[in-house]
């Protein structure tokens, strides 16, 4: 991750000679010196574009999204405030309008217009919380994951006002800290995942750490095929066939972020 | 030249010692700020950016508009402005600081500040943003010192500092446009995604700046023996004039292009800032201040009867200020994270310690500018009738 110092002046040559329109070269090579450090375990799951999709129709009760949720957010450690202001969180569900603001319409179906859906960070192609960021605490890995790195984040939430998505929390207190009544915002320590400190962003990292060790994400895992998970590249994979054979949708495309979080509604 | 700051009446004692107990009572907010986290503001997941980042970006404005006294002697020698170039020179400097201090309050890991520096990322607009201002501040230091240096030893300020000068003019409105592109370059945020956000920037900077300038020379004519000049106050009196139509008919401009499109996101923020949204509209009274005080300057303004009048022109400039303190230190940067990415209203407010902490930054800028000032007041009362070529 850290970038050398003849590394640097490469960029700064390269940014000055091309301007705005270098931007693209500095991505590259930065995307280049950001991937190098992530040496994948022999049984890592690796791709070269991770995407996922999320198929509305298996979801039922209120049980199959809490699984999900739930999953995600216990193993790795997303403090419970108790209130919205100071709220965290990596997966959760909201209605259809908010989450496809603008593709509601008053005649819809009122099923699908109450429908929960399962929101997270899409992992954009094009992610501007990664054009951003001052520091490279958010960063974008060759396959495809939107990462963060919490020791570097300086905390000045530039990329939360950049993610159209609404993907990115703050800690805006210390989520290793406890309540007046005495009780820990993180109920039980996963000791195996890091806890954050005050004053970072944080967001879901499509369970990297899961990947390197062969395992799929965990809301995958406790999904029951709901979510579906693989490499877009890969034209035999999973993903690949659920999206030729179904109609689906992203959010906000029209922003160009080119999300790889896909969705069939039904 | 220091020595300067530490001679005064009793009056300029108890200003300074005001100020000083002012920016303590902030510093110990600040430390319980540190200590809690940011989750003392009012700020919230969906309102991530607050009262913090606005005065920052109005202070960034008011810094910039140093050149709208230095463009005008050096670059047309415009003489009127000889004596005042300093004062807005000076002026730049606490004005960069303050932007320092808020961007430093507002930061969650402020002992990481370095990372801008140490992982450079030229892909980043506020990297650019903290290289801009560090520049900028330097060089209003070098280049005030140096003038205010020279004019002390009724000498012509040496010859190197005039390409400092020059660079320093055309750097000024640099700080701001790029502070406008921290917004405007961003996908989703509908009221920030204008291309005329950075003219905007530079109309409300070259209005709000020099408004406070005209101010500051009315009590620096009235305190001290160091008189700017009527003339040169008039010439500000229309640089306000000019800049202000232009932010007035820019904010129209956005209007137009948000209520005739009828583009909902487009419309949405000011129909909340403005009218309020499902019962929501904390923002409806101070937007609602900032247009009408907006209005009553112009009419004093445009009218030279009431332009000509110092004490009219002074109304004018502090409603101007006002207006443009309310607009771009509050609305704009709140407004733009509402409604939110899902189209729902979370709204703000500042919090207690949130404001206390932010009157002790403006304290500090005070103190700054007071000393600064003072200085360049001592010198120019010693060399009182003096005319130096430069
Ligand atoms: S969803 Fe938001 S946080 Fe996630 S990659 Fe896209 S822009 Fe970044
Ligand atoms: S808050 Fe952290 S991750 Fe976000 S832009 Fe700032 S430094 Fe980068
Ligand atoms: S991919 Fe992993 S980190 Fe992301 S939401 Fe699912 S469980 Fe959480």
């Given at each position: 991750m850290s970038i050398s110092r003849r590394e640097f002046l490469k960029i700064a040559g390269a940014s000055a000679i091309f301007g705005l329109g270098g931007m693209a070269i500095i991505n590259e090579i930065t995307d280049d010196i950001e991937a190098s450090q992530f040496s994948p375990g022999p049984d890592a799951l690796i791709a070269k574009r991770w995407a996922m999709v999320v198929d509305m129709r298996k979801f039922k009760t209120e049980e199959d999204y809490r699984k999900i949720i739930e999953a995600c957010h216990s193993i790795h450690n997303v403090p419970d405030f108790g209130n919205p202001k100071d709220e965290i969180k990596w997966i959760w569900t909201d209605t259809f309008e908010h989450a496809f603001p603008g593709q509601e319409h008053e005649y819809m179906e009122e099923k699908l217009k109450r429908m929960p859906f399962v929101l997270l960070c899409n992992h954009c192609d094009n992610p501007p919380c990664v054009r951003v960021c001052p520091t490279k605490a958010t960063f974008k890995r060759k396959d495809g994951i939107v990462m963060m790195d919490q020791h570097r984040c300086i905390g000045c939430r530039f990329c939360m006002a950049a993610c159209p998505f609404g993907a990115r929390s703050f800690n805006w207190r210390d989520p290793r800290g406890k309540d007046d009544k005495g009780r820990p915002f993180i109920k039980e320590e996963n000791k195996e995942y890091p806890t954050r400190t005050k004053g970072v962003v944080e967001k879901c990292t499509l369970c990297f750490e899961r990947l390197a060790k062969g395992l799929k994400p965990a809301c995958v895992e406790a999904s029951n095929g709901a979510l579906i998970f693989g490499d877009l590249k890969e034209p035999n994979s999973e993903v690949r066939k659920v999206l030729s054979t179904n109609y689906t949708i992203r959010r906000k495309a029209e922003l160009g972020t080119m999300p790889s979080v896909f969705y069939i509604i039904g | 030249m220091l020595e300067k700051a530490l001679?005064?009446?009793?009056?300029?004692?108890?200003?300074?010692?005001?100020?000083?107990?002012?920016?303590?009572?902030?510093?110990?907010?600040?430390?319980?700020?540190?200590?809690?986290?940011?989750?003392?503001?009012?700020?919230?997941?969906?309102?991530?950016?607050?009262?913090?980042?606005?005065?920052?970006?109005?202070?960034?404005?008011?810094?910039?508009?140093?050149?709208?006294?230095?463009?005008?002697?050096?670059?047309?020698?415009?003489?009127?402005?000889?004596?005042?170039?300093?004062?807005?020179?000076?002026?730049?400097?606490?004005?960069?600081?303050?932007?320092?201090?808020?961007?430093?309050?507002?930061?969650?890991?402020?002992?990481?500040?370095?990372?801008?520096?140490?992982?450079?990322?030229?892909?980043?607009?506020?990297?650019?943003?903290?290289?801009?201002?560090?520049?900028?501040?330097?060089?209003?230091?070098?280049?005030?010192?140096?003038?205010?240096?020279?004019?002390?030893?009724?000498?012509?300020?040496?010859?190197?500092?005039?390409?400092?000068?020059?660079?320093?003019?055309?750097?000024?409105?640099?700080?701001?446009?790029?502070?406008?592109?921290?917004?405007?370059?961003?996908?989703?945020?509908?009221?920030?995604?204008?291309?005329?956000?950075?003219?905007?920037?530079?109309?409300?900077?070259?209005?709000?700046?020099?408004?406070?300038?005209?101010?500051?020379?009315?009590?620096?004519?009235?305190?001290?023996?160091?008189?700017?000049?009527?003339?040169?106050?008039?010439?500000?009196?229309?640089?306000?004039?000019?800049?202000?139509?232009?932010?007035?008919?820019?904010?129209?401009?956005?209007?137009?292009?948000?209520?005739?499109?009828?583009?909902?996101?487009?419309?949405?923020?000011?129909?909340?800032?403005?009218?309020?949204?499902?019962?929501?509209?904390?923002?409806?009274?101070?937007?609602?201040?900032?247009?009408?005080?907006?209005?009553?300057?112009?009419?004093?303004?445009?009218?030279?009867?009431?332009?000509?009048?110092?004490?009219?022109?002074?109304?004018?400039?502090?409603?101007?200020?006002?207006?443009?303190?309310?607009?771009?230190?509050?609305?704009?940067?709140?407004?733009?994270?509402?409604?939110?990415?899902?189209?729902?209203?979370?709204?703000?407010?500042?919090?207690?310690?949130?404001?206390?902490?932010?009157?002790?930054?403006?304290?500090?800028?005070?103190?700054?500018?007071?000393?600064?000032?003072?200085?360049?007041?001592?010198?120019?009362?010693?060399?009182?009738g003096i005319e130096v070529d430069r």
């Open positions: - | 001679t005064g009446s009793r009056r300029y004692w108890i200003w300074i010692f005001a100020l000083l107990a002012i920016t303590g009572i902030g510093f110990i907010f600040y430390l319980k700020q540190l200590s809690y986290g940011l989750g003392i503001t009012g700020m919230s997941r969906d309102v991530s950016w607050g009262l913090y980042i606005g005065q920052f970006t109005f202070l960034v404005g008011v810094a910039a508009s140093a050149v709208m006294v230095v463009l005008p002697y050096y670059l047309h020698n415009y003489k009127v402005f000889g004596k005042i170039t300093i004062l807005g020179e000076f002026l730049a400097v606490p004005s960069v600081v303050m932007c320092m201090l808020f961007i430093f309050a507002d930061m969650g890991q402020p002992m990481r500040f370095m990372n801008i520096f140490l992982h450079p990322t030229p892909n980043s607009v506020m990297f650019w943003d903290a290289m801009v201002l560090g520049g900028y501040l330097l060089l209003n230091i070098v280049v005030g010192w140096a003038v205010l240096g020279a004019e002390r030893k009724d000498v012509p300020p040496p010859n190197w500092v005039k390409p400092f000068i020059y660079l320093s003019i055309a750097w000024a409105p640099s700080i701001h446009i790029v502070t406008a592109f921290l917004y405007s370059g961003l996908p989703g945020r509908d009221f920030w995604l204008t291309a005329i956000m950075a003219v905007r920037f530079l109309a409300s900077a070259f209005a709000s700046g020099p408004s406070l300038i005209i101010i500051l020379c009315l009590i620096v004519r009235r305190f001290t023996k160091f008189d700017p000049g009527r003339e040169a106050i008039q010439a500000l009196g229309k640089i306000v004039t000019y800049t202000m139509i232009l932010n007035v008919l820019f904010l129209g401009f956005e209007f137009f292009t948000a209520f005739y499109s009828r583009i909902p996101g487009h419309m949405h923020t000011f129909e909340y800032l403005y009218y309020g949204i499902e019962g929501y509209g904390r923002l409806i009274p101070l937007m609602w201040t900032s247009a009408i005080l907006a209005v009553f300057s112009l009419i004093l303004l445009i009218n030279p009867a009431t332009r000509r009048n110092e004490k009219t022109l002074a109304m004018a400039s502090a409603a101007v200020f006002m207006s443009l303190w309310i607009e771009k230190g509050f609305g704009l940067v709140v407004g733009g994270f509402i409604p939110n990415p899902f189209e729902k209203i979370t709204e703000y407010w500042p919090t207690m310690p949130e404001t206390v902490i932010t009157i002790g930054v403006w304290a500090i800028g005070f103190l700054i500018l007071t000393v600064l000032y003072k200085i360049a007041v001592s010198v120019r009362e010693e060399t009182v």
